[in-house]
C-alpha cells in the first residue's frame, strides 16, 4: 500500500471553474478585453495564473499581462469561494485514506496563497499538506513541488503516488517518477487523457479510493 498521495486541486478536488471564470473576465473587463465562457476557460487552465491571463487576452495584448494579473488576483483573492465546492464523495475518500494512515498532500499551479487556505476550509485537517507555487518559482509539470512534498514527509517515490485530471498532471507524475491516476470528472475529459498518455482513469471518487488502496 502507497503511503502518500498527491493531489492535484482544480479540477481533482475542488470544481473551482465558475470562480476561475470569473475572474479572469474581471480582468479582461478592466482592459477592455472580450471575456470568454465557461467552456474557453475550461480549455486554458492548469498551468497557473499567468499561463491563463496569457491566453485569455489572446496573442498581442502580453504587454498587458501584468495588469491582467494584478485584476485576476485582486478579484480571485475576494471571490475564490463564490461558486467553488468539492466534487461528490471527495471529503469521504479522504477521510477513508486518513483511517488507512495514508498521507493526502495537495501539490497545485495556483498561487500559494489561494491553495491553503483553499484546502483548510473545505477539508479541514484530511489534507496533510498543500503546497502551491510562487512567483519565479517552478511550476508543474516541473517535478521539483513533488520532491519537495516526498522529502518533508520522508517518503520514496515508490511509496507514492499522484492524482489529476489533465495533461500537465501526467506530465509532472511523469517527471517525477510517480504512478498517476487520471480523474475523468476534472477540466479535462477521458478521450483527452487517453491521448495524453493516461495509465489509468477513473470515473467516481469509489473507483480513486480502490485504485489508490490496491497500489
Known amino acids: 500500500m502507497k503511503k502518500l498521495v498527491v493531489f492535484d486541486l482544480d479540477g481533482?478536488?475542488?470544481n473551482t471553474l465558475d470562480d476561475l471564470k470569473n475572474a479572469v473576465n474581471y480582468s479582461l473587463e478592466q482592459l477592455n478585453?472580450?471575456?470568454?465562457?465557461?467552456?474557453?476557460?475550461?480549455?486554458?487552465?492548469?498551468?497557473?495564473?499567468?499561463?491563463?491571463?496569457?491566453?485569455?487576452?489572446?496573442?498581442?495584448?502580453?504587454?498587458?499581462l501584468s495588469k491582467a494579473l494584478d485584476g485576476f488576483d485582486y478579484f480571485y483573492g475576494r471571490h475564490r469561494q463564490d461558486n467553488t465546492k468539492p466534487y461528490p464523495g471527495i471529503a469521504e475518500m479522504l477521510d477513508k485514506l486518513?483511517?488507512?494512515?495514508?498521507?493526502?498532500?495537495?501539490?497545485?499551479n495556483k498561487p500559494h496563497e489561494n491553495v491553503g487556505p483553499l484546502c483548510h476550509s473545505y477539508f479541514g485537517d484530511s489534507i496533510a499538506y498543500a503546497q502551491g507555487t510562487y512567483t519565479g518559482k517552478a511550476k508543474?509539470?516541473?517535478?521539483?513541488?513533488?520532491?519537495?512534498?516526498?522529502?518533508?514527509?520522508?517518503?520514496?517515490?515508490?511509496?507514492?503516488?499522484?492524482?489529476?485530471?489533465?495533461?500537465?498532471?501526467i506530465e509532472t507524475a511523469r517527471n517525477a517518477g510517480l504512478y498517476c491516476i487520471s480523474v475523468s470528472w476534472?477540466?479535462?475529459?477521458?478521450?483527452?487523457?487517453?491521448?495524453?498518455?493516461?495509465?489509468?482513469?477513473?470515473d467516481d471518487c469509489r473507483q480513486l479510493l480502490n485504485a489508490i488502496l490496491s497500489k
Open 140 to 169: 508543474k509539470p516541473d517535478p521539483t513541488g513533488v520532491f519537495m512534498i516526498l522529502d518533508k514527509f520522508a517518503v520514496a517515490k515508490e511509496d507514492a503516488l499522484f492524482v489529476g485530471d489533465s495533461e500537465v498532471d
Open 12 to 14: 481533482t478536488l475542488l
Open 33 to 64: 478585453l472580450p471575456t470568454r465562457t465557461l467552456d474557453e476557460v475550461r480549455q486554458m487552465v492548469g498551468n497557473g495564473a499567468e499561463k491563463l491571463m496569457i491566453r485569455a487576452m489572446g496573442q498581442g495584448n502580453e504587454h498587458l
Open 98 to 108: 486518513n483511517e488507512k494512515g495514508i498521507a493526502c498532500t495537495v501539490f497545485s
Open 186 to 202: 476534472g477540466f479535462k475529459d477521458r478521450e483527452f487523457l487517453v491521448n495524453h498518455g493516461a495509465t489509468e482513469i477513473v
